[in-house]
């Protein structure tokens, strides 16, 4: 099946991304204007412009809709707060359906980053707002309540949170998006975890090698994707590896999916953007090792661009 036939048939699929929807703050400052503070004598950080995308599930969403996908909608949790109100905009200007629980005991989870008007270098630290302690109760609760899949053709998991808790995937979300799986063999349920891929079940992981090596390493104490993949239960684990490709582990054996050499500008999102095609392509073909070259060859569009870059379907054809 060629690029032009997945990306015609994939633009009907409907799509759920579930977890942790962020959002990217691209603040511009200028260093002349960085005299100290007359109150601390402190340098301040003298931002000029400043522009806000999803991140996160909300990355992966941005780059379902640019690869065409129709009906793309986010289930997550936000916090009563102007960033909040700007990521719920950013999903709804990019044609994204958000579907997000308002919580006033937490922050939105947002990335800022520091980008020098000078140069155009992320040259200075980020500042992020995180949440440390799990979801309150009744945000969890609603949660559960709306993880509900009938509607949709594929089920993306972000589990970006690098707490031991705040995220939004608990053990409880999990624990219902394994069960989930299980009960729909007919649906691709995608999940892209940082520190927990070997806790998921039934569902297609893709993992990067440091994250899967690490999961080998908890559960195992040593290196063995295919221990893992059978260990999870994982119709497929895919496991990315830069700009080598990735690497697709099935129950009849493994097979590696190079990538094309290209320039990198910023790999900011390039999981993310890999996830959006992957998941789509696979939905399409049914097969891995195709869904994994789909991948890596939004990948090596979205590399070639400034921070969270997406594919479109005239670049991939390109």
């Not at 036939?5 to 511009?28: A, E, F, Q």
């Not at 780059?63 to 793309?72: C, F, I, K, T």
């Not at 496991?239 to 590696?256: K, L």
Request: aromatic share 6%; proline share 5%; charged share 25%.
């Amino acid at each position: 099946m060629n690029i032009r036939t997945i990306l015609s048939v994939m633009k009907r699929l409907r799509v759920l991304v579930v977890g942790d929807i962020c959002l990217d703050r691209w603040c511009t400052y200028d260093p002349i204007y960085s005299e100290p503070s007359r109150e601390t004598g402190l340098a301040r950080t003298a931002v000029i412009r400043t522009e806000v995308t999803p991140g996160a599930g909300g990355t992966i969403a941005n780059n379902l809709r640019a690869l065409g996908v129709e009906e793309v909608s986010v289930l997550g949790v936000i916090g009563d707060d102007g960033f909040g109100w700007e990521l719920s905009r950013a999903l709804e200007l990019r044609g994204v359906r958000p579907n997000l629980i308002v919580d006033n005991e937490i922050s939105t989870f947002t990335y800022t980053k520091l980008l020098n008007s000078q140069t155009g270098a992320e040259d200075l630290g980020r500042v992020d707002f995180i949440n440390i302690d799990p979801p309150p109760q009744t945000a969890e609760s609603e949660m559960l309540r709306r993880l509900v899949v009938d509607d949709f053709d594929v089920v993306i998991a972000c589990d970006q949170a690098e707490t031991p808790a705040g995220g939004v995937i608990t053990e409880s979300v999990r624990d219902r998006i394994n069960g989930l799986a299980g009960a729909h063999s007919e649906k691709i349920f995608w999940v892209d975890s940082r520190i927990r891929i070997e806790r998921f079940r039934n569902v297609v992981a893709k993992p990067n090698e440091s994250e899967a090596d690490a999961a080998c390493k908890r559960l195992f104490e040593t290196i063995d994707y295919s221990r893992l993949r059978e260990h999870c239960h994982f119709p497929a684990l895919i496991v990315t590896q830069a700009d080598r490709g990735a690497q697709v582990i099935e129950p009849h054996g493994s097979s590696w999916v190079p990538t094309r050499k290209v320039p990198v500008r910023d790999i900011c999102g390039a999981g993310d953007s890999f996830s959006a095609a992957a998941a789509c392509a696979l939905a399409v073909t049914r097969d891995p090792v195709i869904a994994a070259e789909f991948g890596n060859l939004a990948a090596s569009v979205t590399v070639q661009k400034p921070g969270t870059g997406v594919a479109t379907p005239d670049e991939l054809l390109a």
